[in-house]
């Protein structure tokens, strides 16, 4: 039984952010690649994955939606090689980032065994709005009809 975290009245029209904490908690959690998240700036992030043994051609990034999708497949160049002991690892994985609304994919550049994405957070407007407060009004029918700012 999940509880449900965006309950209150003061949450209105969260319940996408609730699908996606959700989606977030069932993706995979076995831990590799590990990874940072630094922040750069006041509005910029980079996430680097340990990727060792992978080269550009083995990794793939796209933003499917709100997501941030990694994936990296080896080719398999063990021909003709004897281990005697094998501890790097050689597999696939795939590793997803939940992304705010807003938040842009600015590049993203591997070194020494290090896959970089660097992300920009847009600061947000602050907008003020005044809401008038109408006054009810009387139409001709002896209906009451709530008009913004003026009567009817």
């Known amino acids: 039984m999940s509880t449900r975290m965006f309950t209150s009245p003061l949450f209105l029209g969260f319940d996408h952010l609730e699908q ?3 989606r977030a908690s069932k993706n995979s959690s076995d831990g590799y690649p590990p990874y940072n998240i630094e922040q750069t700036g006041p509005t910029s ?3 680097t994955l340990a990727v060792a043994g992978f080269i550009m051609d083995d990794l793939q990034i796209t933003q499917e939606d709100n997501q941030l999708v990694i994936r990296g497949r080896q080719t ?3 021909q ?3 281990f005697l002991h094998r501890g790097i690892a050689a597999r696939q994985f795939q590793r ?3 992304m705010a609304e807003g938040i842009e994919v600015k590049g993203a550049w591997l ?3 290090l896959l970089n994405i660097d992300l920009m957070r847009p600061q947000p407007e602050t907008r003020v709005r005044t809401i008038e407060i109408g006054k009810p009004a009387q139409n001709g029918n002896g209906h009451t ?3 913004e ?3 009817e």
């Open 111 to 113: 070194d020494n065994g």
């Open 149 to 151: 700012g003026k009567s």
């Open 80 to 82: 003709g090689r004897v």
């Open 45 to 47: 992030l980079r996430i």
């Open 145 to 147: 009809k709530i008009v």
């Open 20 to 22: 996606m904490l959700e």
């Open 96 to 98: 997803a980032f939940v």
């Open 76 to 78: 398999d160049d063990t």
